[in-house]
Antibody, heavy 117, light 112 residues
Framework: QVQLQESGPGLVKPSGTLSLTCAVSGDSISTSNWWSWVRQTPGKGLEWIGEIFHSGSTNYNPSLKSRVTISVDRSKDQFSLNLTSVTAADTAVYYC??????????WGQGTLVTVSS | QPVLTQPPSVSGAPGQRVTISCTGSSSNIGAGYDVHWYQQLPGTAPKLLIYGNNNRPSGVPDRFSGSKSGISASLAITGLQAEDEADYYCQSYDRSLSGSRVFGEGTKLTVL
């Protein structure tokens, strides 16, 4: 059974950097899958942030591209998200997910990150 | 302006059939990209419900089905049950956004 688990600070100060890690179990991050980050603002819908392949290749949402970096640690079966210059608008539940082709078939439980001083 | 447009809400009585539409454009659904559907129960992560327009992952009841035509796609739920009350999201690719994955705004299904 594939499982994903997000971890990281639940509170980030405005203008700071949001950093989250997703630990993958039940699958190797080095398989033929892309690994994504998705966020959901309170009471709102889903927004795809970006994705990474085990080789390190990435794709990002153009609206966030200037502030986002996604990286992978194959030795730990983990991938990470860094989002810089955060504002209150970045307060959201952040999910990591595995790609099944173009769909996202396994999701983490999500972690709430609040941007506040 | 959402890339994929869904009705904010739909409702139906137990046992009835409901459909949820997802309308895109020539740069996403109309360009031939597949549509996928997710179910999000309150307080939980989204769950893949339909992939590749009309395929169900293992464990998803055949009461759920998907279709696609032109620039639109639909999710149909037959034999509505109380446990189907959830938010439903469609998702596709959009080539005008550098191949970004895009989601619909979501539809709240209420079982009356």
């Amino acid at each position: 059974q594939v499982q994903l688990q997000e971890s990281g600070p639940g509170l980030v100060k405005p203008s700071g950097t949001l950093s989250l890690t997703c630990a993958v179990s039940g699958d190797s991050i080095s398989t033929s899958n892309w690994w994504s980050w998705v966020r959901q603002t309170p009471g709102k819908g889903l927004e795809w942030i970006g994705e990474i392949f085990h080789s390190g290749s990435t794709n990002y949402n153009p609206s966030l591209k200037s502030r986002v970096t996604i990286s992978v640690d194959r030795s730990k079966d983990q991938f990470s998200l860094n989002l810089t210059s955060v504002t209150a608008a970045d307060t959201a539940v952040y999910y990591c997910a595995r790609s099944l082709g173009a769909a996202l078939d396994y999701w983490g439980q999500g972690t709430l990150v609040t941007v506040s001083s | 302006q959402p890339v994929l447009t869904q009705p904010p809400s739909v409702s139906g009585a137990p046992g009835q059939r409901v459909t949820i539409s997802c309308t895109g454009s020539s740069s996403n659904i109309g360009a031939g990209y597949d549509v996928h559907w997710y179910q999000q129960l309150p307080g939980t992560a989204p769950k893949l419900l339909i992939y590749g327009n009309n395929n169900r992952p293992s464990g998803v009841p055949d009461r759920f089905s998907g279709s696609k035509s032109g620039i639109s796609a639909s999710l149909a739920i037959t034999g509505l049950q109380a446990e189907d009350e959830a938010d439903y999201y469609c998702q596709s690719y959009d080539r005008s956004l550098s191949g970004s994955r895009v989601f619909g705004e979501g539809t709240k299904l209420t079982v009356l």
